[in-house]
């Protein structure tokens, strides 16, 4: 009898244990360590303003359609806390897009935001697909330095002025997940 009692007793725990390890936890989205607004602002070099351009076209876009498909541009641009060319950079952005399909302007990003200010000091690397023809498209932040060390992170686009082939400003929207 007093074994029956004992393996019913432990059958009993055991069932209990493995109910509690398998119960459900609730899921709560994860908030982000770290929100950075910035503002990217590219001009690309028209072939006469080599004072004023930020960026290159490193390729000329084949001749496979007409959304410039192949075209490699390079850049080193200002990044800004507001929407104005002139105020003062807080990061530059460094690094080349490809336009990436023949039907439709697409690019890919990849490029590393450099820090260097009281306030921070490091660096984002960020990558991603750029659909032009979507109002706001993500890019993911996936490392960084500094400030920034081993950062993980999402980095929502939106174009805020595009003027022709030689200009445009995307506000970028950067969430960090993982900071350390």
């Known amino acids: ?13 055991l069932l209990f244990t493995l109910s509690v390890s398998s119960a459900k936890k609730s899921f709560k989205p994860k908030q982000p360590c770290k929100d950075l607004v ?3 602002h590219d001009t690309l070099f028209n072939g006469t303003d080599v004072a004023n351009a930020t960026s290159a076209a490193a390729t000329d876009p084949t001749k496979l359609g007409n959304f410039k498909f192949g075209m490699l541009v390079v850049f080193d641009d200002p990044m800004t806390k507001d929407n104005h060319l ?4 807080v990061a530059r952005a460094q690094g080349f897009y490809f336009y990436d399909k023949k039907s439709t302007y697409t690019a890919w990003f990849a490029f590393t935001l450099i820090f260097n200010s009281t306030k921070h000091k490091g660096t984002l690397n960020i990558m991603g697909a750029d659909l032009m023809t979507e109002e706001t498209r993500d890019f993911s932040v996936v490392g960084g330095t500094g400030d920034f060390f081993m950062a993980r992170g999402i980095a929502t686009i939106h174009t805020d002025t595009f ?11 950067i969430k960090l997940y993982e900071c350390y």
């Open 38 to 40: 910035l503002y990217y």
């Open 1 to 13: 009898m007093r074994d029956l009692v004992l393996k019913l007793f432990f059958i009993l725990f």
């Open 163 to 173: 003027q022709g082939d030689y200009y445009f400003r995307l506000k970028m929207d």
């Open 86 to 89: 002139l105020s003062r950079p």
